[in-house]
């Protein structure tokens, strides 16, 4: 088993929806939970991260931590087409600095 | 100019042949990766080095091998390319953290490798 997972999508919908992307994660020690965004033919980039639990806001963006669960949520408010990338969860190792787990990515579309 | 960089952007080549793909940074970070991303697969992580003397393995390191010719060039070489190796390959590059902000990654534009 993957130690993080991510819905795979991909996701289409129209301009305006709310969008929610998510992943699990098994291991208890990861303390940071990043969102990365990659459009196609780019590298991917980081979006937001937030510490621990709680949730975080950045514009559109919210990110979603629950660490009883081991749950992690972004959503993207009033979703634009510029929005349309691939995203990816991910978790800097505790341990070992430098390394990070990420999921597989959901991809996402919004039509206009 | 893109702080980093990786060569060639796209590239065809043969089952058996030699293949290096480059890259290079100006972000002045010590760690540096090579991942491949395949539909379905994600990231996964080939090689990384934490400074010119440090070299490890990833998941995947089976069929690469790879260089760091200075701080800021890490090279990644397929020494037999074989077509299970077609991917998008990506470099990428850390620095130290400080306080409560994770490792960032930072990620060069991608290498194309198609392997017939």
């Known amino acids: 088993q993957k130690e993080v997972e991510q819905d795979p999508g991909p996701l289409s919908v129209p301009e305006g929806a709310i969008v929610s992307l998510n992943c699990t994660y098994s291991?208890?020690?990861?303390?940071?939970f990043m969102w990365y965004r990659q459009y196609s033919r780019k590298g991917p980039e980081l979006l937001m991260y937030t510490y621990s639990s709680g949730n975080k806001e950045d514009g559109r963006f919210t990110a979603q931590v629950d660490k009883s669960s081991k749950y992690i949520s972004l959503f993207i408010r009033d979703s634009q087409p510029s929005d349309s990338a691939t995203y990816l969860c991910?978790?800097?190792?505790?341990?070992?600095?430098?390394?990070?787990?990420f999921g597989d990515g959901t991809t996402l579309t919004v039509k206009p | 100019d893109a702080d980093v960089t990786q060569t060639p952007r796209n590239r065809i080549t043969k089952t058996g042949k030699r293949i290096m793909l480059e890259c290079s940074q100006t972000?002045?970070?010590?760690?540096m990766y090579w991942y491949r991303q395949d539909p379905g697969l994600g990231l996964r992580l080939i090689y990384y080095s934490f400074d010119v003397k440090d070299i490890n393995k990833g998941e995947i390191s089976d069929g690469y091998s790879v260089s760091r010719q200075a701080q800021a060039k890490f090279s990644l070489s397929l020494e037999s390319a074989i077509p299970n190796q077609t991917a998008l390959y990506f470099c990428?590059?850390?620095?130290?953290?400080?306080?409560?902000?994770?490792?960032?990654?930072?990620f060069g534009p991608g290498t194309r490798l198609t392997v017939l």
């Open positions: 291991n208890s020690a990861f303390q940071y």
């Open positions: 990428a590059t850390s620095g130290p953290t400080s306080g409560r902000a994770p490792d960032t990654q930072y």
């Open positions: 991910a978790m800097p190792n505790n341990t070992n600095a430098g390394k990070s787990t």
């Open positions: 972000k002045g970070h010590d760690r």
